[in-house]
C-alpha cells in the first residue's frame, strides 16, 4: 500500500491551497484517512481525519478553514486549505488506518510528505 501526497506550496497568508493523497495498493477497506503536519522543532499533529461512517474531525486551530473530502472510489482525500496563515507552515503527511482482508487488522500507513509554506 502506498500513499502519494500533493499539491503543497509556498503561498501568502490569506490564500489557499488543496492537497490530495491517493492510496494505492491492496486496500479492502480504510478505517481512518486524513492528514497531520509536523512544524520544524514540534511533534506531528492531526489536522483532520475522516473516520468511515462516523464522520470527521478537525484540530481546533483549523475549523472553519480548512474542509477535508474523500473520493471513495478513488481511495483519495482532499485536504481544502483556506485562510492559510504562517502557523499553518508545516510537512503535512497523509495517514491512513486500513485492512488489506476482510476481518484482517488494521495496518497504519504514512505518505511522504507535502511541504506547505505561508508567507506573512
Known amino acids: 500500500v502506498q500513499l502519494q501526497a500533493s499539491g503543497g506550496g509556498l503561498v501568502q497568508a490569506g490564500e489557499s491551497l488543496r492537497l490530495s493523497c491517493a492510496a494505492s495498493?491492496?486496500?479492502?477497506?480504510?478505517?481512518?484517512i486524513g492528514w497531520y503536519r509536523q512544524a520544524p522543532g514540534k511533534q506531528r499533529d492531526l489536522v483532520a481525519r475522516?473516520?468511515?461512517?462516523?464522520?470527521?474531525k478537525y484540530a481546533d486551530s483549523v475549523k472553519g478553514r480548512f474542509t477535508i473530502s474523500r473520493d471513495n472510489a478513488e481511495n483519495t482525500v482532499y485536504l481544502q486549505m483556506n485562510s492559510l496563515k504562517a502557523e499553518d507552515t508545516a510537512v503535512y503527511y497523509c495517514?491512513?488506518?486500513?485492512?488489506?482482508?476482510?476481518?484482517?487488522?488494521?495496518?497504519?500507513?504514512w505518505g511522504q510528505g507535502t511541504q506547505v509554506t505561508v508567507s506573512s
Open positions: 495517514n491512513a488506518d486500513l485492512k488489506k482482508v476482510v476481518d484482517g487488522p488494521s495496518f497504519r500507513y
Open positions: 475522516i473516520t468511515t461512517g462516523v464522520g470527521t
Open positions: 495498493g491492496t486496500i479492502f477497506s480504510i478505517d481512518h
